[in-house]
């Protein structure tokens, strides 16, 4: 099994909504990520987790708030957005992590596409 | 934090010709780079990586040529055909902000004709 699962596929919400989108993979990789993509850009880090231990990107609001439950799921709760947070979120994982970055390939979920109203 | 520059953002060859696209990095402690594939609508998938203890690495039609001393590392393809069309994403690893992950390229859109 090389697949990254993502769900919702889609998701619509209102500013004061609270959501969560889920991932998982049971390729056994101990790193996993949240990216997220505007139309026409390339993905932006969010988060990542290895070995269930998380590592920030300093410019991602409090806003989004990521969980990972074990080494097999990785959430993203979702509070208070603004429409400009409408995007594609990308889950991916890797086998591990090396000083950096990731040890390999990446492997990208299909996404969850994201709309704020 | 690392910064990767990706030229050009778009790229019309005609079927069968070669493409190039380039990157640039900033972080000189950078020692992977992958190429990335993504189809209009779809995932980015892995075509090709290189780690910086080689100088080049082929995969058929792709090749992947890195140059660690001026930074900078190129996507190669030959015989271009229809199904190459994609928005190709360089990347470089990257700690920058407290995150340790990859940092990507601005994509180039390569365009096929036939």
């Known amino acids: 099994d090389t697949e990254v699962t993502q769900t919702p596929k889609h998701l619509v919400m209102g500013m004061t909504n609270k959501k969560s989108l889920k991932c998982e993979q049971h390729?056994?990789?101990?790193?996993m990520y949240w990216y997220k993509q505007k139309a026409k850009k390339p993905p932006e880090l969010m988060f990542v987790?290895?070995?269930?231990?998380?590592?920030i990107n300093e410019s991602v609001p409090s806003r989004f708030s990521p969980e990972c439950p074990n080494s097999s799921l990785l959430n993203l709760h979702l509070h208070a957005l603004q429409p400009e947070d409408s995007a594609l979120y990308l889950c991916?994982?890797?086998?591990?992590?090396?000083?950096?970055?990731?040890?390999?390939?990446?492997?990208f979920g299909e996404g969850s596409r994201l709309t704020v109203l | 934090g690392e910064n990767v520059e990706q030229h050009p953002s778009t790229l019309s060859v005609q079927e069968g010709d070669s493409a190039v696209i380039k990157c640039t990095y900033s972080?000189?402690?950078?020692?992977?780079f992958p190429w990335y594939k993504q189809e209009l609508g779809k995932r980015p998938q892995l075509i090709i990586d290189?780690?910086?203890?080689?100088g080049e690495k082929k995969d058929q039609r792709i090749a992947v040529t890195l140059n660690k001393t001026a930074k900078h590392f190129s996507l190669h393809i030959t015989e271009t055909q229809p199904e190459d069309s994609a928005v190709y994403l360089c990347?470089?690893?990257?700690?920058?902000?407290?995150?340790?992950?990859?940092?990507f390229g601005k994509g180039t859109h390569l365009i096929i004709q036939p």
């Open positions: 990347a470089a690893p990257d700690s920058g902000g407290g995150a340790d992950g990859l940092t």
């Open positions: 390729m056994g990789h101990r790193a």
């Open positions: 290189i780690r910086s203890n080689v």
């Open positions: 987790y290895s070995y269930e231990k998380l590592s």
């Open positions: 991916a994982s890797s086998q591990d992590l090396l000083a950096g970055g990731p040890s390999g390939e990446l492997f």
């Open positions: 972080d000189s402690a950078s020692n992977y």
